[in-house]
């Protein structure tokens, strides 16, 4: 089965999340579904084992799918908001955009989309700011790097730095494709988005 439609399915059936009266949904791409690594291992598997000793309330709702443009977020999340009803939103999108050389104002407009959805739906949100390769140049790399920022300003929600460009810079920490951090890495992009999430988890009662 397609994973994208797999994913789907995980979010509209019903019953099919850990029990937690507080949810995380994290709406990502390859950076965040687990791409080339052991299950268990990726910094979100870090993330929902971390929850579980430090602030058990909480669960993660993981609907990242590899190759997931903002676009790709724009058409899932209004559906996912509505059948997990989260408290958060994390969202973790537009590496795959600036691959593709998609238009920095393109690529802002969808991010400014899934934000307004997910604060209108009433969860806080936490914007990563996505990888920028430099296919394009430096003024095209630059321009959406940037682009994360000024969105989380416009909308008041929080933003994460690259998280992922330390393990970028490392030897050893990268998977054969050069793109994809490995097992190695994902500890340290848990910690790098870590502070900016923690000070957020206090679940309000149903």
Known sequence: MNYRVWVLLL?????????G?????????SLSSGYGLANGS?????????????????????A?????????????????LARQRPQGVLI?????????????????????????QAKAAGAWVVLLEA????????????????????????ETVTHVPCFV?????Q???MQADGIHPNEKAQAGMLDAVWPYLKPKLRCPAK
């Open 171 to 173: 030897p050893g920490m």
């Open 42 to 62: 990726s910094w979100v598997d870090r993330l929902d084992a971390r929850l579980k000793k430090t602030a058990p309330d909480w669960r993660v709702i993981n």
């Open 21 to 29: 009266s507080c949810s995380l949904l994290i709406v990502g791409d």
């Open 92 to 116: 973790e999108l537009g590496g795959n955009d600036a691959l593709r050389g998609t238009p920095p104002e393109a690529i802002r407009k969808n991010l400014l989309g899934l934000v307004r």
């Open 11 to 19: 979010l509209l059936l019903p019953g099919w999340a850990a029990a």
């Open 64 to 80: 990242s799918v590899s190759g997931d443009t903002t676009q790709n977020g724009l058409q899932r999340l209004a559906p996912a």
């Open 131 to 154: 990888p920028v390769l430099p296919n394009y140049g430096k003024a095209y790399a630059d321009a959406v790097a940037k682009l994360y920022g000024e969105v989380a300003r416009a």
């Open 165 to 169: 460009c330390a393990a970028g810079t």
